[in-house]
């Protein structure tokens, strides 16, 4: 069980904060050569500030043959040039930090490219030596037959044969992305000094891919294993030493591990990492909305009480990747089933464990569930994660090769490739959105800006909302049982206020009564808008149009409090 005090938790910068997910490469193009880069990102940087996130997180910078979107590195300690260089990056972070934004670097631990020079140097050195020992060698493709081929679509088996080596390699992902031993010390070493090289140069957090693969053992999944956790443990120390050594604040350890709540848990610790995503708990927010029902989700909130606990949880809806729902271990097979048969628009568009698609499509271009599922994401404990794109609703890219149909250029104006390039198109990294209903010169950050009631300006009023209120961000969790099988209900508690916030999930209005006889008596107010509701009761009644949403701030009945109220509410319909 995680047990950071709430004390620690709270010196931390990232209890609560928005993350946003971006691919640099396919965000802002700033030298005009058809790909983006830091330059352009660190342009673009006013943007995310004024969004009112936290923190950006950047898919591989590092230099790479790019056959897996830059989880396929050559060289830990660089920047792909398409990109710009360290320089360029020290700048971006200087600027970020000035906006008071954070940066998190994706730290691809578990395999290189095969065109590292590890590997190669591997491949041609004597068996058995510290050289051949940096990656995982067999002379035959049956060890580890329990450890499933993840990327299924691609691959047919976790072992490539190396002519040159004259054996064979494990590789968990693609047949060019062998893995390192990590039973080599030398492995280690030489990845815990890749993070001390970024630490060093001011990154504030890292993401961590892959992260329960590190070590295999026979006769296991290969997943999550006593000496992965011990490795971890060794990262964590070291990166707090190194820290400590540079005077600076600690770097949040956020771990990629696509597993059920009880494995991805352990990775969460006072002595390991800081945060975990709860890909659990994106695959229930999926069905849930799929079926128009929350009962599974309820179960599944309530089950795992430590969503209680601080911020211990990174919360995403969608990611770069598909949408992993898995082969029944991530979360039980009639979650995935919902999913499978709520969205129509999935069926051709399966890839691997999960759904190739970006949100918007999967939800018909509706945005109403848009928002019901980003006003959970918004109010649940943790940490919410922001796609590029979602909050514009934007769309995808059937057709495009592997995952690149959720990778598109962002859409940020009406000129000619939605603003993101000047370059002429064949020259763009991939092609901007033309579909009608997502077309990027309609579907854009400008355009979005200027209609009041755009997704976009709802995306920021929201975000902007939930930072003046403290309990969104730290306070207690509990659920609220209310009368509709459709809404999701809970309290969100801190020293400073109690928020109530209920979430339709289908595509009904619902009429649900509330038990909020602890707080009898008590005012209750819409967040937003600051609109006075009926005084909390034993009969409480909440009526919400369909994927309808409501935040309420129940205030305290001492005038110290309800003056705080006052003020809060005040704010919010300012900042409107
Ligand atoms: C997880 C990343 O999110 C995915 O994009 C990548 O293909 C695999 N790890 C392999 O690095």
Same mark, same amino acid.
């Given at each position: 069980?995680? &047990?950071?005090?709430?004390?620690?938790?709270?010196?931390?910068?990232?209890?609560?904060?928005?993350?946003?997910?971006?691919?640099?490469?396919?965000?802002?193009?700033?030298?005009?050569?058809?790909?983006?880069?830091?330059?352009?990102?660190?342009?673009?940087?006013?943007?995310?500030?004024?969004?009112?996130?936290?923190?950006?997180?950047? $898919?591989?910078?590092?230099?790479?043959?790019?056959?897996?979107?830059?989880?396929?590195? &050559?060289?830990?300690?660089?920047?792909?040039?398409?990109?710009?260089?360290?320089?360029?990056?020290?700048?971006?972070?200087?600027?970020?930090?000035?906006?008071?934004?954070?940066?998190?670097?994706?730290?691809?631990?578990?395999? $290189?490219?095969?065109?590292?020079?590890?590997?190669?140097?591997?491949? /041609?050195?004597?068996?058995?030596?510290?050289?051949?020992?940096?990656?995982?060698?067999?002379?035959?493709?049956?060890?580890?037959?329990?450890?499933?081929?993840?990327?299924?679509?691609?691959?047919?088996?976790?072992?490539?044969?190396? %002519?040159?080596?004259?054996?064979?390699?494990?590789?968990?992902?693609?047949?060019?992305?062998?893995?390192?031993?990590?039973?080599?010390?030398?492995?280690?070493?030489?990845?815990?000094?890749?993070?001390?090289?970024?630490?060093?140069?001011?990154?504030?957090?890292?993401?961590?891919?892959?992260?329960?693969?590190?070590?295999?053992?026979?006769?296991?999944?290969?997943?999550?294993?006593?000496?992965?956790?011990?490795?971890?443990?060794?990262?964590?120390?070291?990166?707090?030493?190194?820290?400590?050594?540079?005077?600076?604040?600690?770097?949040?350890?956020?771990?990629?591990?696509?597993?059920?709540?009880?494995?991805?848990?352990?990775?969460?610790?006072?002595?390991?990492?800081?945060?975990?995503?709860?890909?659990?708990?994106?695959?229930?927010?999926?069905?849930?909305?799929?079926?128009?029902?929350?009962?599974?989700?309820? &179960?599944?909130?309530?089950?795992?009480?430590?969503?209680?606990?601080?911020?211990?949880?990174?919360?995403?809806?969608?990611?770069?990747?598909?949408?992993?729902?898995?082969?029944?271990?991530?979360?039980?097979?009639?979650?995935?089933?919902?999913?499978?048969?709520?969205?129509?628009?999935?069926?051709?568009?399966?890839?691997? /464990?999960?759904?190739?698609?970006?949100?918007?499509?999967?939800?018909?271009?509706?945005?109403?569930?848009?928002?019901?599922?980003?006003?959970?994401?918004?109010?649940?404990?943790?940490?919410?994660?922001?796609?590029?794109?979602?909050?514009?609703?934007?769309?995808?890219?059937?057709?495009?090769?592997?995952?690149?149909?959720?990778? $598109?250029?962002?859409?940020?104006?009406?000129?000619?490739?939605?603003?993101?390039?000047?370059?002429?198109?064949?020259?763009?990294?991939?092609?901007?959105?033309?579909?009608?209903?997502?077309?990027?010169?309609?579907?854009?950050?400008?355009?979005?800006?200027?209609?009041?009631?755009?997704?976009?300006?709802?995306?920021?009023?929201?975000?902007?909302?939930?930072?003046?209120?403290?309990?969104?961000?730290?306070?207690?969790?509990?659920?609220?049982?209310?009368?509709?099988?459709?809404?999701?209900?809970?309290?969100?508690?801190?020293?400073?206020? $109690?928020?109530?916030?209920?979430?339709?999930?289908?595509?009904? %209005?619902?009429?649900?009564?509330?038990?909020?006889?602890?707080?009898?008596?008590?005012?209750?107010?819409?967040?937003?808008?600051?609109?006075?509701?009926?005084?909390?009761?034993?009969?409480?009644?909440?009526?919400?149009?369909?994927?309808?949403?409501?935040?309420?701030?129940?205030?305290?009945?001492?005038?110290?409090?309800?003056?705080?109220?006052?003020?809060?509410?005040?704010?919010?319909?300012?900042?409107?």
């Amino acid at each position: 069980m995680p &047990t950071n005090s709430a004390a620690e938790l709270a010196s931390h910068w990232w209890e609560g904060s928005v993350i946003y997910e971006l691919i640099p490469r396919c965000f802002a193009d700033g030298n005009g050569d058809g790909i983006g880069d830091l330059d352009g990102l660190k342009q673009r940087l006013d943007y995310l500030h004024w969004l009112g996130v936290d923190a950006v997180w950047m $898919t591989p910078i590092c230099d790479s043959p790019l056959r897996d979107g830059g989880y396929d590195i &050559t060289d830990y300690k660089s920047v792909h040039p398409d990109l710009g260089d360290l320089q360029a990056l020290d700048t971006l972070i200087r600027h970020a930090h000035e906006l008071g934004l954070k940066v998190l670097f994706d730290l691809v631990l578990n395999h $290189t490219s095969d065109m590292h020079l590890w590997f190669q140097r591997a491949r /041609w050195a004597e068996r058995g030596s510290p050289e051949r020992n940096f990656y995982v060698w067999r002379d035959d493709d049956k060890s580890y037959s329990e450890a499933p081929v993840l990327f299924r679509h691609f691959e047919d088996s976790n072992w490539q044969w190396d %002519p040159v080596a004259g054996q064979y390699y494990l590789h968990r992902f693609l047949r060019h992305q062998p893995d390192l031993n990590y039973d080599n010390p030398q492995v280690q070493e030489a990845m815990l000094d890749v993070l001390d090289f970024w630490i060093d140069r001011g990154i504030d957090g890292f993401r961590l891919d892959a992260i329960p693969f590190l070590f295999e053992r026979e006769g296991t999944r290969c997943e999550g294993l006593p000496e992965t956790h011990a490795f971890l443990r060794r990262l964590r120390s070291r990166a707090k030493e190194r820290c400590e050594q540079l005077g600076r604040e600690e770097v949040l350890l956020l771990a990629e591990a696509i597993q059920p709540v009880h494995e991805a848990m352990p990775y969460v610790a006072d002595d390991e990492l800081h945060s975990a995503f709860n890909f659990a708990l994106t695959a229930h927010l999926f069905a849930a909305v799929a079926h128009g029902e929350v009962s599974a989700l309820q &179960t599944f909130l309530s089950e795992f009480r430590q969503l209680n606990a601080g911020c211990r949880w990174a919360l995403p809806l969608r990611n770069h990747d598909e949408l992993w729902l898995g082969d029944g271990h991530l979360v039980p097979e009639e979650i995935v089933d919902r999913v499978r048969e709520g969205f129509p628009n999935a069926e051709g568009h399966w890839l691997n /464990w999960g759904i190739n698609r970006r949100l918007s499509p999967l939800l018909n271009g509706d945005p109403r569930p848009n928002k019901a599922l980003h006003a959970l994401l918004y109010s649940l404990p943790g940490m919410p994660c922001i796609y590029y794109g979602d909050e514009l609703g934007m769309g995808d890219y059937p057709g495009l090769r592997d995952r690149d149909a959720n990778r $598109t250029p962002m859409a940020w104006t009406s000129e000619r490739n939605g603003g993101f390039s000047k370059a002429p198109d064949p020259l763009l990294v991939l092609p901007p959105i033309t579909r009608p209903g997502y077309n990027c010169q309609m579907m854009n950050v400008a355009v979005q800006k200027s209609l009041q009631g755009s997704l976009l300006n709802w995306h920021r009023h929201t975000l902007l909302s939930r930072r003046l209120l403290p309990a969104l961000r730290h306070g207690d969790f509990q659920l609220l049982e209310n009368s509709h099988p459709g809404v999701i209900s809970y309290i969100r508690q801190s020293e400073e206020m $109690t928020i109530l916030v209920a979430v339709n999930l289908s595509g009904n %209005p619902a009429s649900t009564r509330l038990d909020l006889s602890a707080w009898q008596g008590q005012q209750v107010r819409e967040v937003l808008g600051g609109c006075p509701f009926p005084v909390a009761s034993e009969h409480w009644f909440a009526y919400l149009s369909a994927y309808d949403y409501c935040w309420w701030l129940i205030g305290d009945v001492e005038p110290e409090s309800s003056s705080n109220s006052d003020a809060i509410a005040d704010s919010l319909a300012v900042s409107c």
